[in-house]
C-alpha cells in the first residue's frame, strides 16, 4: 500500500514556475515507478511525465517536454515536478501516482493516486 500526498500548487503568471513534490508513505517507495498527470475541467486525465523506480529513466508528454523535470529522492520518498515557463494551458489539477514495475503513460497502468494539487496560470 502506498499513500501519496501532492503539495506546491498554486497560481502563477505565464512564464513563471512552480515546484510540485509529492510525498509517498510506505518502506517500499524505491519500488515504484511514478507518475505526474494532469486534469483540466471537461477534460481526461492526461499524462505529464514518469520516472523509472530507479530515476535513471524518464519520459514526458511533448506537450512538456523541455520545459517540465521530473525527479525522485529515493532516500526521503519523493518525487518532485520541476515546471519552467509555465503557459495558461498548463492549468490543471496534477496528480502523483505509483505503479510498480516500468514506467508508463497511461492511467489505468497505476495503482495509486493522490488527492490532486491545483496549479492555476493567469496570461
Known amino acids: 500500500q502506498v499513500q501519496l500526498v501532492e503539495s506546491g500548487g498554486g497560481l502563477v503568471q505565464a512564464g513563471g514556475s512552480l515546484r510540485l513534490s509529492c510525498a509517498a508513505s510506505?518502506?517500499?517507495?524505491?519500488?515504484?515507478?511514478m507518475g505526474w498527470f494532469r486534469q483540466s475541467p471537461g477534460k481526461e486525465r492526461e499524462f505529464v511525465a514518469a520516472?523509472?523506480?530507479?530515476?535513471?529513466?524518464?519520459n514526458y508528454a511533448g506537450s512538456v517536454k523541455g520545459r517540465f523535470t521530473i525527479s525522485r529522492g529515493n532516500a526521503k520518498n519523493t518525487v518532485t515536478l520541476q515546471m519552467n515557463s509555465l503557459k495558461p494551458e498548463d492549468t490543471a489539477v496534477y496528480y502523483c501516482?505509483?505503479?510498480?514495475?516500468?514506467?508508463?503513460?497511461?492511467?489505468?497502468?497505476?495503482?495509486?493516486w493522490g488527492q490532486g494539487t491545483q496549479v492555476t496560470v493567469s496570461s
Open positions: 501516482a505509483a505503479k510498480l514495475g516500468g514506467s508508463g503513460a497511461y492511467t489505468r497502468e497505476y495503482d495509486y
Open positions: 510506505g518502506r517500499t517507495f524505491s519500488s515504484y515507478a
Open positions: 520516472i523509472s523506480y530507479s530515476g535513471g529513466s524518464t
